[in-house]
């Protein structure tokens, strides 16, 4: 009943290392989002894609990038790590358009920088 | 464009009602609800779109008031497992965002036994 995978639940990374956070969906979406979430800033965007190679920024991009090469593949990218990178990064995917349906979500990965 | 929440932490005891709002500062298409659980994903509610009917099911409900670019969440008699942060994400113009949704930053709903 899986329908957004996350490829990692937990990371520990060291300041400047690239990391790469992997996400999955199962549901034929053409929308896929990154989300970072810290607490009392709710839900922001860093990047979206509708199509394969298609990506949009999101409200805070800077520090990050994004690919999508197979429809079910969205990868982040955090180029060179930081400790203000540290966080709660959630994927998600949905229909192409915002009244279609839900965005479902994956379990989150909990990144720590240091 | 990210929408305001409002309270930002609501604290019942079982069996009380809340009222969650989202404002936008722009025409909203559409309202999506979503419920989240410490250490889980956000699990989707219900969506409202521009023109449609209240939505529901169960003891929770929500309106959408195009006039003042709001939506409401109502829980009412409100169980243990209401508990949770609720986010609504809003939409605007059909065609240009994509399917995008801006999120609130989230209300903090506790219910007591």
């Known amino acids: 009943d899986v329908k957004v995978t996350q490829s990692s639940r937990y990371l520990v990374k060291r300041t400047g290392e690239k990391v790469f956070l992997e996400c999955v969906q199962d549901m034929d979406h053409e929308n896929m989002f990154w989300y970072r979430q810290d607490p009392g800033l709710g839900l922001r965007l860093i990047y979206f894609s509708y199509d394969v190679k298609m990506k949009e920024k999101g409200d805070i991009p800077e520090g990050y990038s994004v690919s999508r090469e197979k429809k079910e593949r969205f990868s982040l990218i955090l180029e060179s790590a930081s400790t203000n990178q540290t966080s709660m990064y959630l994927c998600a995917s949905s229909f192409l358009e915002a009244g279609k349906g839900e965005a479902f979500f994956g379990q989150g990965t909990r990144l720590t920088v240091v | 464009q990210q929408p305001v929440q409002s309270p930002q932490a609501v604290i019942l005891r079982e069996g009380e009602d809340a009222v969650i709002n989202c404002s936008s500062s722009?025409?909203?298409?559409?309202v999506h609800w979503y419920r989240q659980k410490h250490g889980e994903a956000p699990v989707f509610l219900m969506i409202l779109l521009k023109g449609g009917e209240q939505k529901g099911h169960d003891k929770i409900s929500a309106s959408f008031n195009e006039k003042k670019q709001q939506s409401s969440l109502y829980l009412t008699a409100s169980q243990l497992s209401y508990s949770g942060t609720y986010f609504c994400g809003t939409g605007y113009d059909r065609g240009s965002t994509l399917g995008r949704l801006y999120f609130g930053r989230g209300t903090q709903l506790t219910v007591w036994p």
């Open positions: 722009k025409a909203l298409y559409s």
